[in-house]
């Protein structure tokens, strides 16, 4: 669910209707504002993104 006031949780990320493989990849591609600019290799990206859309609740 997230913190109050803080970013959600990869549990509230995976269930968001929007959330995609591909999202979350352009997500991890993405520059953003308040955020440090981590380096993710393709084969992190996939690991990471298929580890989030596993906590998907169905």
Known sequence: ?????GPP???AIANRP???ELS???????S??????AI???AQADDLANY????KRT
Do not use: A, Y
Request: glycine content about 6%.
């Open 1 to 5: 669910m997230g913190t109050r006031g």
């Open 9 to 11: 949780d990869f549990v």
């Open 18 to 20: 929007s959330t995609t």
């Open 24 to 30: 979350l990849k352009v997500f991890f591609r993405t």
């Open 32 to 37: 953003h504002h308040r955020m440090p600019n």
């Open 40 to 42: 993710i290799e393709p």
């Open 52 to 55: 989030i859309l596993s906590l």
